[in-house]
């Protein structure tokens, strides 16, 4: 994982902040914004054309035949960034000298400052097969793939001298990454038609931009010891921007994490890694992976919305699904497990520490067809709430390379698969118990703000994690987990059907609570809700008791109080426990 030393030296504005509400957009006059209407939010969250039109539509501009931004989308993908820092004509000009010199001085400083761990790990991402690269990332499912995927590399340690100018990698040793005639012979095809092809290519970009890779500008890029003489064996036409590994990370990764999106984030972070190992090796400056962020993430986005593709997307998404996801080794190893970790690395590499250049007032623009990157990963979602995650959980505005028209650059896609950031609207979500991955079971880790309300219906279940503050909460079916103590957002609860569940110590409910007879409140004796307001009880309290030498348990607190449970179940071996019922609380007492 990532020095943190090291980031500390060297990042300044490494934090993601959530984006200026949609609702302040667009009622900038009013002293209490309130939740917008559908209308409203297909205004806000509306696609923004670039110069190309829509990436998605013009994905297969990348040629080698013309590399120019007046006719290959992905060049011209970094009109609004790099264009504005790096003037290719006449041999090069430095358009701001300042951001171009601190990419080369993070480039130096990052080079000297890694960990024995991190020199292995990028000396490994340098040498294997870009899309190998990805599966560790896939935690207990990696050796299962490696099995039925027959994946392959040469690559497990560093040799046992530097190699000389003439050593191959794995691609151009014809060490072939994965077996598309294997178990999951769907999913390899379907990364390779993402991560190999012309339109995959960081290449034709590079040959317009011709940015001199950091080791050649300049003295102090620590390359790694094995690979200094191939290093510098690369013709001079070799170029830095866009980082071609990186790109091909972030394709391969968001389509393991579409078709197997029980490590959707995992994959995402493992890519955004893969940039870093790059800068770590000597091989990349930061903007240029950056860079590789951004054009990965559209060509992903631009392959699965691309109609043609469509039944090879279903079998592999069913492939991983059947052959890959019922395989996990509970004792494998898993780097990428730590949701909070990975968020905390993957905002780091957002920025690299560079200030914001541009400006910090620019709107987050969801790009035309984004959301189908978290298509599986919300199946109980729509095309509509899956772009509002998107846009909710963008990352700010201003920094280098990231503000791109469209808005490819500032998806934060880690904090994305945590659910919403905001709700913007009120929203109403209908999980139903299926084969897909999360339409049973969901957690939704961000902190969840906004003006909107959200209504939890279906039969599926869902867990809060995060410190809440939408409007407030209506439960309609299944079951809503709070595990956090302010999970439940700031308003009302209205439990009309289905359970909510306490998932935590103290849960609060900041206006009132309403339980009618069709509901179930499940508690334990360490769970206990606390109501700011009127207590409208009905329905079933489900109590569950450890053993205990407490004689009282307080489950429920309130100001005011109307009606009784209709049933009380008790499941402990302890006997006589019943509910008392006080002027401001609910208790079980023997």
Request: positive net charge; aromatic residues 8%.
């Amino acid at each position: 994982m990532m020095n943190h030393q090291l980031l500390k030296g060297i990042m300044l504005c490494s934090a993601t902040f959530a984006i200026t509400s949609a609702a302040s957009l667009i009622r900038t006059n009013t002293s209490q914004a309130s939740a917008l209407t559908n209308t409203e939010l297909q205004k806000v969250l509306a696609p923004k054309k670039a110069s190309y039109g829509y990436y998605i539509n013009q994905y297969k501009s990348n040629t080698s035949t013309d590399v120019t931004p007046q006719d290959n989308a992905a060049t011209a993908l970094f009109n609004n960034s790099f264009s504005k820092y790096w003037d290719p004509a006449s041999n090069g000009t430095k358009l701001n000298a300042k951001i171009l010199n601190e990419n080369q001085q993070k480039s130096v400083t990052i080079s000297q400052n890694q960990t024995a761990a991190e020199s292995l790990r990028s000396y490994l991402s340098d040498r294997r097969d870009s899309s190998y690269n990805e599966i560790p990332a896939l935690g207990p499912f990696a050796n299962a793939f490696v099995r039925d995927a027959d994946a392959k590399t040469n690559f497990t340690a560093f040799p046992s001298k530097p190699w000389p100018a003439t050593a191959k990698d794995d691609p151009s040793s014809g060490v072939i990454w994965a077996s598309d005639n294997s178990k999951l012979g769907s999913m390899v095809r379907l990364v390779n038609l993402t991560a190999s092809q012309t339109y995959s290519s960081s290449g034709n970009p590079k040959k317009y931009f011709k940015y001199v890779r950091p080791f050649r500008q300049g003295p102090g890029i620590n390359m790694n010891k094995y690979l200094v003489a191939v290093f510098n064996a690369t013709p001079a036409t070799d170029y830095d921007f866009p980082s071609g590994h990186t790109t091909q990370a972030f394709e391969t990764a968001l389509i393991m994490g579409y078709t197997l999106p029980q490590r959707f984030s995992q994959e995402v972070t493992r890519a955004s890694e893969v940039g870093y190992d790059r800068v770590l090796v000597g091989r990349h400056s930061p903007l240029a992976v950056m860079g590789g962020r951004v054009l990965g993430t559209a060509v992903a986005a631009a392959v699965l919305n691309d109609s043609s593709n469509s039944a090879l997307i279903k079998k592999a998404y069913s492939n991983a699904q059947t052959v890959l996801a019922n395989k996990p080794d509970k004792n494998a190893a898993d780097d990428y497990n730590n949701y909070q970790t990975n968020l905390k690395n993957y905002d780091a590499r957002m920025t690299y520490g560079f200030e914001t250049i541009d400006s910090k007032k620019t709107p987050m623009s969801v790009p035309k067809g984004a959301e189908i990157l978290l298509k599986t990963r919300f199946p109980y979602l729509n095309v509509t709430q899956r772009r509002e995650i998107l846009y909710t959980t963008g990352f700010k505005a201003g920094y280098p390379i990231n503000d791109d028209t469209e808005g490819w650059g500032r998806l934060n896609l880690v904090k994305a698969d945590g659910g919403f950031g905001k709700l913007l609207t009120n929203t109403t979500i209908n999980m139903k118990e299926s084969s897909k991955p999360y339409s049973k079971n969901d957690i939704w880790r961000n902190n969840v703000g906004g003006q909107g309300s959200l209504t939890k219906a279906g039969n599926g279940t869902l867990s809060l994690e995060g410190t809440n503050t939408f409007s407030g909460t209506t439960i309609k079916g299944g079951t809503l987990i709070a595990s956090n103590t302010h999970a439940l957002g700031s308003g009302k609860l209205n439990l009309t059907g289905g359970t909510l569940k306490l998932g935590t110590g103290k849960v609060k409910v900041q206006g009132n609570y309403a339980q009618n007879a069709k509901a179930n409140l499940n508690v334990n004796g360490t769970n206990q809700l606390a109501i700011h307001g009127t207590a409208k009880l009905g329905g079933n309290l489900t109590v569950s008791v450890k053993s205990t030498s407490a004689k009282k348990i307080t489950l429920l607190t309130f100001h005011k109080r109307s009606g009784k449970f209709d049933k009380v179940n008790v499941s402990s071996k302890q006997k006589h426990w019943h509910a008392k019922y006080t002027t401001h609380s609910v208790q079980l007492v023997r």
